[in-house]
């Protein structure tokens, strides 16, 4: 009952919510029993594995969370605009540098949808993209989903959080 994988950054690792439960797992690709970090909490609407610690999901709530990778409580870190119809932050992915986090912003209605960075000190939201599905890659670009069915790769200073 799995869904949404995510590797590790050393790669020795997968994460995955279970569908039916909303729960946080990861297990080692070496073998093992997996360990459950979140029971009963997350939405199946991607998850992030950072290089800092922290695991990066959608919350029941709609929100972006975090929870170290040991396990503990779920903190906090997007708020929703209610004054757009914004009820959930989707698809969670720690930038590097640790201080942004790139989101997919699901409003009233999928055509409504826009990829967002959050700086997580400040709260501050940028728009990069309308969008469905947005993820960094390493390259120094970012990948976007649109919504009528097309890929856009763009160059990206994840540490600004901009579309360059």
Do not use: C
């Amino acid at each position: 009952d799995a869904v949404a994988p995510f590797f590790s950054p050393d790669g020795g690792s997968v994460g995955f919510i279970t569908g039916s439960a909303n729960s946080l797992a990861i297990v080692s690709l070496s073998g093992g029993l997996p360990r459950l970090v979140v029971v009963d909490s997350v939405l199946p609407w991607g998850a992030d594995w950072g290089d800092d610690g922290y695991l990066y999901v959608v919350h029941r709530g709609g929100y972006a969370a975090r929870v170290r990778v040991a396990g503990g409580p779920l903190e906090r870190l997007t708020q929703l605009d209610t004054s757009v119809a914004e009820f959930e932050h989707d698809w969670p992915q720690m930038l590097p540098g640790g201080r942004k986090l790139l989101v997919q912003s699901w409003r009233s209605s999928v055509a409504m949808s826009e990829a967002l960075v959050v700086d997580l000190e400040s709260g501050e939201r940028t728009t990069i993209a309308k969008a469905a599905y947005a993820r960094y890659l390493r390259s120094g670009h970012v990948i976007v989903g649109t919504l009528d069915g097309n890929l856009s790769v763009m160059p990206f200073d994840p540490r600004r959080g901009l579309v360059t």
